[in-house]
């Protein structure tokens, strides 16, 4: 009577263990997309790119991930990075702000945003983000869009790549 009991817990134990460590890779691992600004837009004028979204276990695997596990997924942070060219500052965007869309039909939401880039930007910039509301909705689909809406500050002379990447949070979702 006592082995059973032990096996059941033991078995309850190990599932619970499994969504917490899948809530800490998608806390610590973040989605990150890549987008590239191309080179003679006028600056005063609001553009737009967007990008598939992919999260450390979609791109490790190529599968979308079990996010039945974790529940109410929380940003902790936006950061935007130049992958190219190198010297390339972020000075020359005047503002930014990212919107996230499960890629289908689904609504946007804004998520993050820069209203004034300061001009002594490197090629690194943390976006004031909406760490308030919950994402599980678009985490949770098959697939993550993010859209950056930008105005330059001055032409570029050269395409920029840029990475954002989203850093989140999340709670295990164990059954009851």
């Known amino acids: 009577m006592k082995r059973p ?3 059941i817990l033991a078995i309850s134990l190990i599932l619970e263990g499994c969504a917490a460590v ?3 890779v998608r806390s610590t691992f973040p ?3 890549t987008m590239s600004i191309p080179a003679g837009i006028k600056p005063g004028a609001i553009q737009s790119v967007s990008a598939m979204a992919s999260s450390f276990d979609q791109i490790l695997t190529g599968q979308t991930s079990n996010t ?3 529940k109410d997924v929380r940003l902790s942070s936006v950061r935007l990075d130049v992958s190219s ?4 500052s972020l000075r020359v965007f005047k503002s930014i702000k990212i919107y996230i869309s499960r890629g289908d039909s689904y609504r946007e939401h804004l998520i993050a945003a820069s209203s ?3 001009a002594s930007t490197a090629g690194s910039l943390l976006l004031d983000a909406d760490i308030k509301t919950l994402l599980d909705e678009y985490i949770k689909g098959s697939t ?3 859209r ?3 105005e330059l500050r001055e032409e570029l002379a050269t395409d920029i790549t840029l990475k954002t990447s989203l850093s989140l949070d999340a709670s295990p979702a164990t059954a009851r």
């Open 22 to 24: 899948q809530s800490l």
């Open 148 to 150: 950056m809406e930008y």
């Open 31 to 33: 989605y990150t997309a």
């Open 116 to 118: 004034d880039v300061p």
């Open 5 to 7: 009991f032990l096996v």
């Open 144 to 146: 993550v869009r993010l």
């Open 85 to 88: 060219p190198v010297s390339q």
């Open 68 to 70: 039945s596990a974790i």
